[in-house]
């Protein structure tokens, strides 16, 4: 009991951390997302073809490859160019190569989340009746205009309960950034275990950690659904 009362305010450290790296990721993802759901709505063919292999390739390749390549593949391939760079010209091209903590972190989640939430964004804005883009076009206005004031402020009320259940899903994947050493929860409980050898208490009281915090999430999505159902 000791064990974990001492590691406890270092744990609810790290799901605060853990908690603004989801919302980080969430508020870039859905900035990402949007832009490539609508890339893939597009009638224009490169658009369509660049929002497409962006979405199959974070939705078709594990969290866990895509922080790695992030962290270590991004700064291995930069130094590569800086080598070559050096010996041509004799100087370097790049002063540091190296990739930080909090960028690989923020950029791993965020392109993640935003492929996914790009797919909610196209089911969202698909579920619209056609009638109604058709209807703002013969009003006088422009595609972009009709998606901008008709299409999308409908979308986005049917994409919240699928917007809140991905951050859910984010929330617990964050665990994933200890591979690189991020001090999120689940690096945090890492870093105790390995001080203290507690390992079934501190991961028990880690899982039951994630667990209020999920919950609790998950509860807020289903009121946010059942207040969206009754409107």
């Not at 790296?21 to 073809?49: D, E, M, P, Q, Y």
């Not at 660049?50 to 270590?72: E, H, K, N, S």
């Not at 590569?80 to 370097?92: D, F, H, K, Q, T």
Request: hydrophobic share 50%; aromatic share 10%; glycine share 8%.
């Amino acid at each position: 009991m000791d064990v974990i009362l001492h590691a406890l305010p270092l744990m609810i450290e790290g799901a605060v951390i853990s908690l603004l790296i989801t919302v980080i990721g969430i508020v870039l993802g859905s900035i990402i997302g949007l832009i490539a759901g609508l890339a893939r709505l597009s009638k224009v063919k490169l658009s369509k073809i660049l929002g497409t292999a962006y979405v199959d390739f974070f939705r078709g390749t594990p969290l866990f490859v895509q922080i790695m390549l992030i962290y270590f593949g991004i700064p291995g391939l930069l130094n590569s160019l800086n080598e070559y760079w050096i010996s041509v010209n004799g100087n370097p091209l790049l002063s540091n190569t190296s990739m930080n903590i909090w960028v690989a972190a923020i950029l791993s989640i965020s392109l993640n989340s935003g492929a996914y939430i790009a797919e909610i964004f196209r089911g969202g804005i698909q579920s619209i009746e056609k009638g109604q883009m058709e209807a703002a076009r013969s009003l006088g206005m422009t595609h972009v205009q009709a998606m901008r004031y008709v299409i999308l402020p409908q979308a986005f009320k049917r994409v919240i309960p699928p917007m809140g259940n991905e951050f859910i899903m984010l929330l617990k994947e964050t665990s994933l950034l200890s591979v690189i050493g991020f001090e999120e929860l689940a690096r945090k409980t890492q870093l105790e275990v390995a001080r203290t050898y507690a390992s079934f208490e501190l991961w028990l009281t880690c899982a039951f950690v994630y667990l209020v915090m999920t919950f609790t999430f998950s509860r807020l999505v289903d009121r946010l659904e059942k207040k969206l159902e009754t409107e």
